[in-house]
């Protein structure tokens, strides 16, 4: 609060207090130093300002015009000084009815104390020029915080009303920071007990005596752009009234404060237009008679409450702050720790480069040693098997030297045959390339580093600020089941700020084995169908970016359901089909045989679901079973090797499969009467029931696959499908086919 309490001019605590037209509030020593006075010959403020209202009263006659550019004093005289100015002054009077006396606008000077002050205009033409101080000078003063300008009146400052309230507050405050200072010790002191305190770094938080803040806290170094401020005042310091701060009557016993223009009048009523009090005089003189005026205590309460209503939702905001300055503190500790933690991972990194170019450097530097002693050996070599060629070569030469100088014919014909040859033998060796080196001196050995210096200079933070997603959390309140399939939804923890490119959902085979990924996606809810009924499956999600894939979610258990809820499946049906009653009844428009589907589909259990005959005219021959998905559906179920089914007419009925006809069996329908239909893919057989009792031997044996329910009909012909049909347990002696 102590903000609140301090004059924007001179940064201290309010003294005798007085509310601008703006209503902002400046000490009253403080107004007369920011008012600036203007000689009238120079005053020419901007239109804006100008008062469209009538003028105030006139200056008292007989004022010279020193008593206007005397000193500051002047200011905030009761009667302001007569003479040429009068006229001028009223246009800009504060008390105007119409006009608030204050405006916006640019400034373009400033006063020596950093406040803007109002800029001079041109005088308008033909104003005559007053001589040097001959004329009175008008005032205005400039608000230092919202800088808007405002004009006095002849009552100079004490026409701006005095704010005895904020004066009382700022008293209060004084008294409890007193006591408060009385009560404080100084932190740091070694004696017992401490010294009272004298001041309190804002920054380091800590109150020091005198004598400790010469010691341990010197207004130098990087002390010197600390601030000292008073210590805080107590809690329980006392807030009562007394004379202790600047006002009088301040306190317990303040008598009502009475009108600025009156002073023996108190204030009793409030002018809405004006929004001021004002006495019962000001209403009678006819100023405020036009204006809307309203009791005073009524007004009070009601302001009270506006400002009351107002603060509540400054509280809520206040709160909010609070709670964010505890998130903020956490996230400057959060900061650290991860700036540790990204710290000694990018040492960590750092070093796994060093260490991988440390052992990549000796395994080329083996290479290059390698090399080096390869192309040593083949030059040795190569020296020492010319070394023994010439030594050879050269004992030769001589010898046969030495034969060439004997004198005897006969001896040297003897051999001469010999040496030649030798000679020649001796030459052949000496083939092409055998002068020349094997090896280079040069090492056939490039180290590309380029890309690797490259990949050093581009390494950059990038990676290390995306990490791998967190584990994604299951919203079981959204994972169901429905038949054979299941539907599951996840979402990412809150506050969870790494980016996330997709998620991938795992599912095992519903019989505890290893998990498959079934839906890699954006998305955050999948459905997946065609699983086994009355099986329990694993399920589980995992996020991924351009970092990595992230850990696994929780896994959930879902139950499939135990029996199948199906219908007839429009969209494969064939075209002569007509379904109705929600798809659980079909006939059909051509007297052909066309095929239609149920919407389930089955590869594991056992599942048995009856169709009701409601229409059978003229003996045709229905058929009922199982199908693959890719059936011919524009004749008889059965006639194709993609079906297995039972055709039945009124009075017999056969199993087909690949249009082979078998087991022909007694006993037909009729309007009215249940075909059953069992299918066991734990025996891998299916068997017919014809109202409740078994139609013949299992139709088919060994069947494997994935299957679904199948039905052929024509227009002579309406069935009802009943599914969600318990197995039945007790099963009839089936009826024996007659061949």
């Known amino acids: 609060m102590e903000e609140e309490l301090k004059c924007p001019v001179c940064g201290s605590l309010f003294r005798e207090p007085i509310i601008l037209p703006c209503s902002h509030n400046v000490c009253l020593p403080c107004a007369r130093t920011i008012a600036v006075q203007t000689p009238e010959s120079e005053q020419h403020l901007p239109p804006l300002l100008h008062s469209r209202g009538p003028a105030p009263p006139a200056a008292a006659p007989g004022a010279g015009p020193g008593a206007a550019a005397g000193s500051a004093a002047c200011l905030d005289s009761e009667s302001a000084a007569g003479g040429g100015g009068g006229d001028h002054a009223d246009k800009l009077s504060l008390h105007s009815e119409t006009d608030s006396g204050y405006g916006s606008y640019t400034p373009s000077l400033k006063s020596p104390n950093g406040v803007r002050v109002l800029p001079l205009v041109p005088a308008p033409p033909g104003a005559a020029a007053a001589p040097r101080g001959a004329g009175p000078a008008s005032s205005s003063l400039t608000c230092p915080q919202c800088h808007r300008s405002a004009s006095l009146d002849q009552r100079g400052l004490r026409g701006f ?5 904020l004066e009382a507050i700022v008293q209060r405050y004084q008294q409890g920071r007193a006591a408060a200072a009385a009560a404080a010790k100084c932190q740091l002191c070694d004696r017992s007990p401490p010294e009272p305190a004298a001041v309190l770094c804002e920054q380091c938080e800590v109150l020091y005596c005198a004598a400790c803040q010469l010691r341990c806290h010197p207004a130098r170094g990087p002390f010197a752009k600390h601030r000292l401020a008073p210590p805080p005042a107590h809690p329980g310091a006392p807030g009562g009234g007394g004379d202790g701060g600047g006002g009088k009557g301040a306190g317990g016993g303040r008598k009502l404060p009475t009108c600025a223009e009156h002073d023996l009048e108190n204030y009793s009523m409030y002018c809405v237009s004006c ?5 019962y005089q000001c209403l009678e003189e006819g100023k405020h008679n036009k204006h809307d005026v309203k009791a005073l205590g009524a007004m009070w309460k009601q302001h009270k409450a506006q400002l009351s209503q107002a603060l509540n939702g400054v509280s809520d905001k206040a709160k909010e702050a609070k709670e964010f300055l505890v998130q903020l503190k956490n996230l400057l500790q959060q900061i650290q720790e991860n700036g540790l933690d990204y710290e000694a991972c990018l040492v960590a990194q750092c070093d796994a480069l060093v260490d991988a170019l440390t052992r990549q450097k000796a395994k080329l530097l083996t290479k290059v040693t390698k090399e080096r002693e390869h192309k040593l050996k083949v030059v040795w070599d190569q020296i020492n098997h010319c070394t023994l060629k010439l030594r050879q070569s050269t004992g030769l030469m001589e010898y046969c030297l030495e034969v060439i100088k004997e004198n005897d014919p006969s001896g040297f014909l003897q051999i001469s045959d010999a040496l030649i040859k030798r000679v020649q033998v001796s030459q052949e060796q000496w083939v092409k390339g055998a002068l020349e080196p094997k090896v280079s001196a040069e090492f056939d050995l490039t180290l590309d580093s380029e890309p690797l210096l490259q990949s050093i200079h581009q390494l950059d933070f990038i990676q290390m600020k995306c990490r791998v997603p967190p584990v994604p ?21 809150p506050l969870s700020h790494n980016p996330v490119e997709g998620y991938i959902l795992e599912l095992d085979d519903g019989d505890g084995g290893q998990f498959r990924e079934v839906y890699v996606g954006k998305e955050t809810l999948c459905t997946i169908d065609g699983l086994h009924f009355n099986s329990t499956y694993n399920a589980r999600v995992k ?3 351009s970092s990595g894939v992230g850990p696994y979610s929780k896994t959930v258990i879902l139950q499939t359901s135990d029996v199948a809820w199906f219908t007839f499946d429009p969209s494969s049906a064939h075209r002569d089909i007509v379904l109705s009653n929600d798809n659980q009844t079909a006939t059909c428009n051509s007297y052909d045989d066309r095929v239609v589907l149920g919407t389930a589909a089955f590869s594991k259990g056992v599942h048995y679901w009856e169709l009701h005959v409601d229409r059978y005219d003229n003996h045709p021959d229905p058929a009922f079973g199982i199908a693959r998905i890719n059936v011919v559906k524009d004749m008889m179920l059965g006639k194709d090797d993609k079906a297995w089914a039972m055709y039945v007419d009124n009075n017999r009925s056969w199993f087909m499969h690949c249009n082979s006809h078998t087991n022909r069996t007694e006993g037909g329908v ?35 696959g994935v299957f679904m329910p199948a039905l052929s009909l024509n227009r002579n012909v309406q069935v009802t499908l009943h599914t969600g049909l318990e197995v039945p347990q007790s099963v009839k002696q089936p009826k024996l086919p007659n061949n």
């Open 543 to 545: 996020a991924f970016n």
């Open 161 to 165: 009303q005095r704010n005895r309230l």
């Open 670 to 704: 009729s309007k009215g009467a249940t075909v059953g239909v069992l299918l066991d893919l734990n025996k891998h057989n299916l068997t017919f029931y014809i109202n409740g009792q078994q139609q013949g031997p299992p139709a088919f044996e060994n069947i494997e």
């Open 275 to 279: 929004r001021s009090p004002v006495c």
């Open 473 to 493: 959390l299951l919203q079981l309140e959204k994972c169901c089941t429905r038949n054979n399939s299941v539907t599951l939804a996840w979402r990412m923890p």
